[in-house]
């Protein structure tokens, strides 16, 4: 307030975030890491045919200054030859020099404008001189503005008659200690204006297929960020749909890749999300209604009740207990154990102990093994990726179905294999059935469907022991599953085989 009764300006401050420092302003500037691409391509394209012209009119000047300099010395060398040669065929026919011996100078220097000449004789007299032609007033002859005998800046050329120097010639240009004349010089001068006319029309030229050549590799980056931005802000059907062969059309081409993959992921993580409540709100719901009805008496606290309710929570036990084994192999939270299996031995194990499970499905079950089939691996991982196996084909096969267990041995593999007579499955399913908490449409009502990450344990496991699975059938007769694990000897050493993780193999 006491400001305004003075009658001062008041500003406000504004805040200190608002307000960027003017070190800040002065640091940042414009250097070449803030220019675009397109701008720093375009900048280097010029930069490049600027120093390329440079070059290239160094070297011309150079070879210019040297090799036209000896042109011109030629010239004049030229034109003081041939005067002499013409003055000598006249001095032979009067033995003397007259006026008209030295007509040929005289023409010389009227057909070359801007040089001068001498004549002289055998004792260096002067006979004949282009600068002292020209008569002053009052008879005075001007003296002579020849350059000394001597000099480079003159060419000299001797009149010979019966093989004897009666005299010589000296040409020179006015103004010029090279011998270049007039027009030798707007030549020269002419030439390098060509070749600077030349450098300027280069660098606009490169700098404009600089630009253009830096706009095409642009794009496709561009292409990419903006596929990138729109998957980030939650568009997971972005894709820069890029063809070719080059190297940034592959890189657009694993990134549409790596694209649908999260999109596929993401969907399976919501499928999880919905299935995983379905599975545990059944039971849950089961338990608690029970639980309720007996703590309000509606029905009585027997074991028959007890049952039911031990039933729900062994289920919701088998839910967790599946998510858990799965993260762990994922996570490789527990080391393998390297030890030597006997693999008809393990299953052989599995078999007993699931035979009456299989039984009370109505199925019935079939085992073949041979004998001496050996791997390096965890014998507990080797049951539990079988037991699945079975599991996955009890589940989706109908009562008076028929499941059949196989271990053979083969040339560098030992093989597991789990066929059944169930719902089978299309080239579609086959593809997708490693796959994390996927689960087929036909089996996802069913009652007895499970969490969906059975098969994708088995995966882990048989990747974990450097072997792979292969996945055959066909929709409505059934599938086989069939892992494939490195044979090895009683001393454990494994047989040679090249490692083919996580493959499938085609469907029949």
Not at 181 to 210: H, N, P
Not at 367 to 372: G, N, P, R, T
């Amino acid at each position: 307030m006491a400001n305004s009764e003075k009658g001062q300006d008041y500003t406000p401050i504004e805040d200190d975030e608002d307000v960027e420092p003017e070190e800040g302003r002065r640091a940042k500037g414009v250097g070449w890491r803030n220019l675009s691409y397109t701008a720093r391509v375009t900048i280097s394209f010029s930069l490049i045919a600027a120093m390329t012209a440079l070059v290239a009119i160094g070297v011309v000047s150079v070879v210019w200054e040297q090799y036209f300099h000896a042109y011109t010395q030629d010239n004049m060398s030229a034109v003081a030859e041939t005067t002499a040669e013409q003055i000598a065929k006249r001095y032979a026919k009067v033995d003397k020099f007259d006026d008209s011996v030295l007509q040929p100078a005289s023409n010389a220097i009227t057909v070359y404008r801007g040089v001068g000449m001498q004549v002289v004789d055998a004792d260096n007299k002067v006979l004949f001189d282009s600068t002292t032609l020209a008569i002053g007033e009052e008879g005075i002859v001007p003296p002579s503005i020849a350059p000394q005998q001597g000099q480079e800046n003159m060419a000299h050329a001797p009149i010979i008659v019966d093989n004897k120097a009666v005299g010589s010639v000296r040409v020179w240009v006015y103004g010029s200690d090279k011998l270049l004349r007039a027009a030798d010089q707007e030549f020269r001068d002419r030439s390098y204006q060509a070749m600077i006319f030349a450098t300027i029309a280069a660098i606009i030229l490169a700098s404009v297929l600089g630009y253009f050549f830096a706009r095409t590799l642009v794009r496709p980056i561009r292409s990419l960020t903006d596929t990138a931005v729109a998957l980030k802000e939650g568009d997971l059907t972005a894709r820069t749909n890029m063809q070719g062969e080059d190297e940034i059309s592959q890189l657009g081409q694993t990134f549409d890749a790596m694209a649908a993959a999260v999109e596929r992921d993401r969907k399976l993580e919501r499928r999880l999300t919905t299935d995983v409540a379905h599975e545990l709100r059944t039971p849950l719901m089961a338990i608690q209604a029970t639980v309720e009805a007996m703590v309000d008496g509606v029905l009585p606290v027997d074991e028959q009740r007890l049952m039911t309710v031990d039933s729900e929570v062994m289920r919701l036990s088998r839910l967790v207990d599946s998510l858990l084994k799965l993260s762990r192999l994922e996570n490789r939270a527990n080391p393998n154990k390297h030890e030597l299996v006997d693999v008809g031995e393990v299953v052989s194990g599995i078999i007993a102990t699931h035979e009456a499970y299989v039984a009370e499905s109505g199925l019935t079950l079939h085992y073949k093994a041979d004998e001496d089939v050996y791997i390096m691996g965890d014998p507990d991982l080797i049951r539990q990726a079988t037991a699945n196996l079975i599991s996955n084909a009890v589940r989706y096969t109908d009562e008076g179905g028929h499941i059949y267990v196989r271990v053979k041995r083969g040339e560098t593999m030992a093989q597991i294999s789990v066929r059944d007579t169930g719902i089978g499955l299309t080239p579609d399913e086959a593809r997708m059935v490693f796959q994390r908490f996927w689960r087929a449409d036909s089996g996802r009502d069913r009652e007895s469907g499970g969490l969906g990450v059975g098969l994708t344990v088995v995966k882990e496991i048989v990747d974990r022991h450097d072997g792979w699975v292969q996945v055959e059938g066909r929709k409505g007769e059934g599938a086989c599953f069939t892992i494939h694990i490195p044979l090895c000897d009683e001393s454990g050493h494994r047989r040679k085989s090249s490692r083919q993780t996580g493959r499938i193999a085609k469907i029949r």
